[in-house]
């Protein structure tokens, strides 16, 4: 049990791996060839999110399976134009089969991709524990492919150059043809993907489109099938869209910020799996899923953080705000200054929440506190004052003179209404109410400053 | 009552497989299919009783709890899942130090909540899609447990622990009695539950918003369904793998969805089906060695649905099309014989068949004369007509041009109690 989390040692995990010649080849072709594949995946797997088919990724990534094992069976090797040909084939088929399938029946698209996926890929497993013994293509590699063992495949032959192992050169081509289809077809792809309707009124085949999709996602999975297996394929898929998708709007963006997870992923993944000496492509999957709810929670402007802190802000201003209008309406009656106590009572706030509303006053230099512990408001906390009672009283005038409540609702909910009403838009309003001077109390609206 | 004594069946089955599980050493595997098929029937080895018991109730507890989440469009739930539970498999058994079903329980059970609870967190706090949390939680998981899995394995204190490969493909024959306990009780206690709250269960499936206004807790039957999900997933991974329980919680229930329109009759055949599928598989694949239980059970579902889609009765592909086909046969058939009536001609082809059927005779040359049964058909069918015509024109207020139109394709349609009714509502109407 101890052993389970190996001690981290930053030269072996990090300094090791970049120096000698032998260490520095392993590694950067192991993390070529994961980035290789996130950066494809990836790039394909934002279309997929963008139209809501993320889960199609995860059919075809296990549907492909049979195809590759029968094309295996045939060709008795793993990098052969056979297996791309057979596998995407099936990949474009599983397709075609579950749209079949939930358009002539009553089945539901969840269901029938549930069904056909899965069936395919029993089959495949099927097929590949009959032949266990005439090839070697194993079950482990399925599920999560041996990309630590790619620097020592033979390494490809390209007009006489010798170029990097095969199956890192074969993602690469399967990256610029992702890459290029990307660039070529940028607008009609954009278009289809946010706005199917338009891009078909613009002569842009809704089915092209997403049959291309299908037969590039196909083959993008065989390609990377070597590197992360079947399986976590999916990761590579969805993992940096999806991260992506929390940052941007923007589809060009999107596809930048997807290609820098899909990097980081390869590269973290890796020193990860030889921190912990675990599957690589199981390591890369967890970085890109970690990164996901890392940006769930840190990102700008959709993230959890930034919006705890806003709905945070927003309470302590209204806090302050209420606290505010209180002194104002207590010295506008000319009562004595309050005691912080019964302030924090009007307030309806606890003892220690009214004074940290209070010090947070002190120190915008709004109120100041005396010996006896009572509060005044300063110059500058009157002004800010009147101008909440301002939006609280036009909205008060607002409610009784349009909408007609009684006088006695006014009160509560021009309380809640008075913390969101900007300064234009409380400008116009007192103009559309002809500027009034008197609530329908009959208290003063301040004047705006 | 049915569901109920299939579940005491069910029980007293795995009760007798486990009370005669002891006596009986390993069995070796060898000899011809043949030999092999005649050892699964004689059903006298353990370890083919305990497979076989396993892999029946595992497909009556997915295919019993698979009809609720086809139904609800859930159909993936299981698929995330069946992924995601691998790091808490892996906990469990580090925990423990071996195989033993029960701490591998409680980490699957914690890591199915945590998968649940993270989807739930990035749908609802994030812009992004649920399938495609789906997709990040799945894949993010399933990550997690190979990294573990593949970091036990290089574990010294657990040195080559073979059997790891069992949770992720499936095999039955790798049973112990231990996982089939497990098994039973998980499967006791979920249909029990299923048949207490059947009701309920209906109600929240069909219609939510239903559910909630008659004062069901839906919110408290969802999470109790994931739980009972992440359970069945959990003690069907020995038999099924990781990656194919989501199979068996799918294909029977959308088999059954295919030939009932009940959902208690949905439930059942759904169970039915996951349960012949698990024996099937459990038989095909002692037959022969390198034949994995799981997906054979998977194939022998999908099989079933594939028979399903063509030939149900009602919702069949095949079968609709060929309703389809017979009912434009017959209305080609009719207008043939109104054309007859009317003295005009008919297609040689709908001619040929008007004879077959014994409905017209050739009179002479190609002309064709009805027979008296032709001929009374043909007024009949005349009368539909103008019946139908009439009802469009006064009830309907179609202009009549219209209504000629579609009464050509409506006619055919109507049955003889239909046109009864239409008949008297007309004669009523005329005479008022």
Known sequence: MNDLIPPFEWTRVFVDQWTGAANI????????????????????????????MAMIGDAVSHAVLPGIAAAFLLSGSRASFPMFLGAA???????????????????????????VFTALFAFGVLLISLMADKVDLDQECVLYGEIAFVPFEARAEWFGWTAGPESTMILLCAALVVIGGVVLFYRPLLISSFDPQLATSMGVSAAVVHYGLMTVLSLTVVCSFEAVGAILVIAMLIAPGATAYL???????????????????????WHLSVWLDCSTAGAM?????????????????????????????????????????????????????????SLAERLGASAGGAMRVFKRLRRRGWAVQDGAGTLALTEAGMGRAAQLLRAHRLWETLLSNEVGLPDDHLHSAAHLLEHYIDKETLEALSNTLGNPSVDPHGRPIPKAD | MRPRRLAVGAGLWTAAALARAERIADMDIGGGWLDQAYRFLQMSDASVRIGAVGSILLGVLCGALGSFIVLRGLSLIGDTLGHAVLPGVAVGFLAAGAKAPG???????????????????????????????????????????????????????????????????????????????????????????????????????FDEIYAHSIGIPIRLFHWLLMCMLTAAVVV???????????????????????????????????????????????????????????PLMVLCAAFLFALAYGFSPRHGVLTRMMRRRSNRKRAALEDALRELLKGGAVEPRAGAELVRQGLAQSGGGRNLILTKEGHARAERIRRNRELWELYLTREAEI??????????????????????????????????
């Open chain 2, 103 to 205: 701490p591998i329980f409680i980490g699957a059970m914690a890591a199915g909540a945590a998968a649940a609870g993270c989807m739930g967190v990035a749908t609802r706090y994030s812009r992004v899609k649920p399938d495609a949390a789906m997709g990040i939680v799945l894949s993010g998981f399933f990550g997690l447990g190979i990294v573990l899995l593949t970091r036990i394995q290089k574990m010294p204190s657990f040195g080559n622990q073979s059997g790891l490969d069992n949770f992720l493909f499936g095999q039955a024959a790798a049973m112990s009695v231990g996982d089939l306990v497990w098994l039973a009780s998980v499967a006791a206690l979920c249909l029990a539950v299923i048949l207490v709250f059947f009701k309920q269960f209906a109600a929240v499936s």
């Open chain 1, 89 to 115: 084939v099936v990949g474009v088929l599983t397709a075609a089969l579950i749209e079949a399938v939930y358009k002539s029946s009553r089945i539901k698209a969840d269901a029938s991709m549930g069904v």
């Open chain 2, 236 to 294: 069907s991974i020995q038999a099924a793998g990781v990656v194919l329980v989501s199979a068996m919680l799918v294909i029977p229930a959308s088999t059954a969805y295919l030939l009932t329109d009940r959902l208690p009759h949905l439930t059942l055949m759904s169970a039915a089906i996951g349960a012949f599928s698990g024996l099937m598989g459990s038989f095909i694949s002692f037959l022969g060695p390198s034949l994995p239980t799981g």
């Open chain 1, 285 to 341: 999957a967890v970085v890109g899923a970690g990164l996901f709810f890392t940006a769930l929670v840190l990102s700008p402007r959709h993230g959890l953080l930034s919006r705890l802190t806003r709905r945070v802000q927003l309470t302590r201003r209204v806090a302050e705000e209420n606290a505010l209008g209180a002194l104002y309406r207590s010295q506008e009656e000319g009562r004595e200054p309050l005691a912080s106590a």
């Open chain 1, 25 to 52: 080849d392993a590694s950067f072709w192991v993390v070529a060839t994961g980035a290789l594949a996130a950066i494809s995946c990836g790039i394909v797997g934002c279309f997929l999110i963008l139209r809501g």
């Open chain 2, 399 to 432: 202009a009549l041009d219209h209504a000629q139109e579609d009464s050509e394709e409506i006619e055919h349609l109507l049955g003889t109690e239909i046109v009864q009714r239409l008949e008297e509502e007309l004669e009523k109407g005329r005479a008022e």
């Open chain 1, 247 to 269: 940052f941007t709007d923007r589809l060009s963006t999107m596809l930048w910020i997807s290609a820098g997870h899909g990097l980081f992923c390869a590269l973290a993944g």
